[in-house]
């Protein structure tokens, strides 16, 4: 099966972490050390190394997932629904910026 990578800037980094991933690790950053759904993923040191050098991204892939289907973001191995990572999205820009 082919491989989805999202068709926006740097969608081909995003795609690699995946999107719920990626919310999940930034509200660990952000807001909450407690929060460690992220850590499921055996791949999560290769996926915070592209965290890290994506950051310029992060902003604009957030507002990107707040207009992704729901039921798409609720296709994850990290236990969030689409609800959910929405909301962890909104309070991450809504605290970060």
Same mark, same amino acid.
């Not at 992220?38 to 040191?45: D, E, F, N």
């Given at each position: 099966?082919?491989r &989805?990578?999202? /068709?926006?800037?740097?969608? %081909?980094? @995003?795609?690699?972490?995946?999107?719920?991933?990626f919310?999940?690790?930034?509200?660990?950053? &952000?807001? %909450?050390?407690? &929060?460690?759904?992220?850590?499921?993923?055996? $791949?999560? *040191?290769?996926?915070?190394?592209v965290?890290?050098r #994506?950051?310029?991204? &992060? #902003?604009?892939? @957030?507002?990107? +997932? !707040?207009?992704?289907?729901e039921? /798409? @973001?609720?296709?994850? *191995? +990290?236990? @969030?629904?689409? #609800?959910?990572?929405?909301?962890?999205?909104k *309070? +991450?820009? $809504?605290?970060? !910026?």
């Amino acid at each position: 099966m082919a491989r &989805h990578i999202f /068709n926006f800037e740097g969608g %081909d980094e @995003l795609t690699t972490m995946g999107a719920v991933w990626f919310v999940s690790y930034s509200f660990y950053c &952000h807001i %909450d050390k407690s &929060h460690l759904n992220w850590k499921k993923m055996s $791949t999560y *040191k290769k996926r915070a190394s592209v965290f890290r050098r #994506t950051e310029r991204f &992060h #902003t604009f892939w @957030l507002k990107q +997932i !707040l207009s992704m289907n729901e039921l /798409n @973001l609720n296709k994850n *191995k +990290i236990a @969030l629904n689409g #609800t959910e990572v929405k909301e962890m999205a909104k *309070k +991450i820009l $809504t605290e970060k !910026l």
